[in-house]
């Protein structure tokens, strides 16, 4: 990894961890640098420097639906937003990295359905927005509103 530009330097950030501590099955690779926001600021900031410096760069939810096995050199963001929820009527926002089965434990908790679906089904709603996950013949995309991407 080469030296790190200065805009990118202050965001917490840590070098070489396994992925084996990353993901849900505990095995993998080295992940040589891993930033984890904790401000949707600093992915912007992280997103258009990689831009700059022409770097690619790879996003990690709960690793729950990943195998990396070899060694990652490219940049990996990991979300540690605080894990805030607003509710406002029948709609929840939670930030991506909220746990998905947490999300739908505080849907029943408001008196909401459609989240039944995710009881079972490990991960962050960031990674579950992005693979779309269900399972009984619903799927996330039924009941989502709407979203938010940085790319
Ligand atoms: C025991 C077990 C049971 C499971 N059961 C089901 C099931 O019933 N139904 C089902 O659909 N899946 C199931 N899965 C798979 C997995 O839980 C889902 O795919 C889950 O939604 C992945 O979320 P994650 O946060 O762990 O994503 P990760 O595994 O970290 O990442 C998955 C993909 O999403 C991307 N991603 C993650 N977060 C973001 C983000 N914030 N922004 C953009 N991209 C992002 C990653 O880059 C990667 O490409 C199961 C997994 C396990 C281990």
Redesign the pocket.
Known sequence: MPTLPDSIRSIPHRENISFGRL???GVGGQCKILFEPTHENQVCTLVKTFRQEGWSY?????????VVLSDIEEPVIR?NFPKVLKVEGREITAP??FG?IRLSQAAAEQGLSGMEYAA?????T??????????SGR?LVQILSSYR?IY
């Open positions: 993901t849900t099955l790879r996003i990690l939810g709960g690793g729950s639906n990943l979300l991506a990295n998905h079972g089904i490990p991960g962050t960031g990674g579950a927005l992005h693979m779309n996950a269900g399972a799927e991407s």
